[in-house]
């Protein structure tokens, strides 16, 4: 009876503290998701500019934001791949530790 407690009391120590380790985020994790999403919706955008008619066109935005881009060349579309994942990255990075740092203050305690 005393094993089978102790064994219990250390699984339910080791599950808690498991559960503390996946509350905070990965910014690993985080920023390739975001870089990966980007760079998606980056291409999901000029296809829907090649199918579309030129009145829904994103390229004028695509141009405002994306530093250098240029519509429908090969070094546009390289350019604004890159810069789009970046983007997402870079959101990763600010927005990870600001979230790990109010996880940790204001998170659910078990």
């Known amino acids: ?43 999901v955008c000029v296809l829907w500019g090649l199918l579309t ?20 060349t090969w070094w546009g579309f390289g350019l604004g791949l890159a810069e789009s994942f970046l983007y997402g990255f870079y959101a990763g990075i600010v927005y990870v530790p600001i979230h790990n740092f109010f996880q940790r203050r204001w998170g659910e305690s078990t």
Request: glycine residues 2%; charged residues 10%; hydrophobic residues 55%.
């Open 53 to 72: 008619p030129e009145a829904l066109h994103m390229h004028t935005f695509l141009e405002q934001v994306l530093p250098a881009f240029e519509w429908l």
């Open 1 to 43: 009876m005393a094993i089978t407690a102790a064994t219990t009391s250390v699984t339910s120590t080791m599950a808690i503290s498991m559960v503390k380790e996946h509350r905070v985020l990965n910014w690993k994790v985080v920023c390739w998701s975001l870089g990966s999403w980007t760079a998606v919706s980056f291409v």
